[in-house]
C-alpha cells in the first residue's frame, strides 16, 4: 500500500463551484498534515496546515483531517480562476523532516 | 518577502557529466532539503542538512549525490555522473526549524534533462 495516495485525476469546475481534494495514508505515524498549492513552472507554496483531526479555516479554504480513517481533504468555496493550479497534500512523522507527498491534482477552475 | 531562489532554471548535460544544482535558502533558516519530482511522479525526498551535516537521507540519495554549504549562503546538490533516470524538476527548501510542525519553504526549482 502507498504511503500517500492521491487520485491525480485533472479536476475542471465553474467559477464559484466547490472544490473537494483529498488523499489516504497508510502510515498512522504521520502527525502533521499540509496542503501545498503549485502553479504551473513554480515551487510548492504551503496554503494550509493541520495537526490535529477536524477541521481547519482560512478565508475560502479549509482543511479536514481524520486521523482514524487516516483521510484529510482540502475544500475551496468560491473557486476562482485564480485557484487553478495543482494541490498537492503532504505528510510527515513528529521528530522526522521528509515530507512525503501525494501524487497532486490539477484544478482548473473555468470562468 | 524572503524566498528561497535556485539557479539555473534548466539545466541540460549529457549522460555521466556532474552537475551543480545551487539553491540559497531563506536568511535565518536552518534546516535544508532538497527534493525532487519526476515528470508525472511525486515529490520525494532526497535529503535534510543541518549545522553542515546530512541528518537524514532517502534512499534515493545514494554516492552519486552529494551535499555542501560552500559559505553562508549557498546550498548546491552535486550529482557526481548523471544518469538519464535523474532527469527530473529538483526543489530545494528550507525552515527554521525542524522535526516538528515546521513550514519547509520550497523554491522554483530547477529542471534536470539528461541526455
Known amino acids: 500500500q502507498k504511503e500517500v495516495e492521491q487520485d491525480p485525476g485533472p479536476l475542471s469546475v465553474p467559477e464559484g463551484a466547490i472544490v473537494s481534494l483529498n488523499c489516504t495514508y497508510s502510515n498512522s505515524a504521520f502527525q502533521y498534515f499540509m496542503w501545498y498549492r503549485q502553479y504551473s513552472r513554480k515551487g510548492p507554496e504551503l496554503l494550509m496546515y493541520?495537526?490535529?483531526?477536524g477541521n481547519k479555516e482560512d478565508g475560502r479554504f479549509t482543511a479536514q483531517v481524520d486521523k482514524s480513517s487516516k483521510y484529510i481533504s482540502l475544500f475551496i468555496r468560491d473557486s476562482q480562476p485564480s485557484d487553478s493550479a495543482t494541490y498537492l497534500c503532504a505528510m510527515k512523522r513528529d521528530g522526522n523532516n521528509r515530507l512525503a507527498f501525494g501524487k497532486g491534482n490539477q484544478v482548473v477552475v473555468i470562468p | 518577502e524572503p524566498e528561497v531562489t535556485q539557479t539555473p532554471s534548466h539545466q541540460v548535460t549529457q549522460m555521466g557529466q556532474e552537475v551543480i544544482l545551487r539553491c540559497v535558502p531563506i536568511s535565518n533558516h536552518l534546516y535544508f532539503y532538497w527534493y525532487r519530482q519526476i515528470l508525472g511522479q511525486k515529490v520525494e525526498f532526497l535529503v535534510s542538512?543541518?549545522?553542515?551535516?546530512?541528518?537524514?537521507k532517502s534512499e534515493i540519495f545514494d554516492d552519486q549525490f552529494s551535499v555542501e554549504r560552500p559559505d553562508g549562503s549557498n546550498f548546491t546538490l552535486k550529482i557526481r555522473s548523471t544518469k538519464l533516470e535523474d532527469s527530473a524538476m529538483y526543489f530545494c527548501?528550507?525552515?527554521?526549524?525542524?522535526?516538528?510542525?515546521?513550514?519547509?519553504?520550497f523554491g522554483p526549482g530547477t529542471r534536470l534533462l539528461v541526455l
Open positions: 527548501a528550507s525552515s527554521v526549524l525542524a522535526g516538528g510542525p515546521e513550514t519547509q519553504y
Open positions: 542538512f543541518y549545522n553542515n551535516e546530512i541528518s537524514e
Open positions: 493541520t495537526y490535529s483531526s
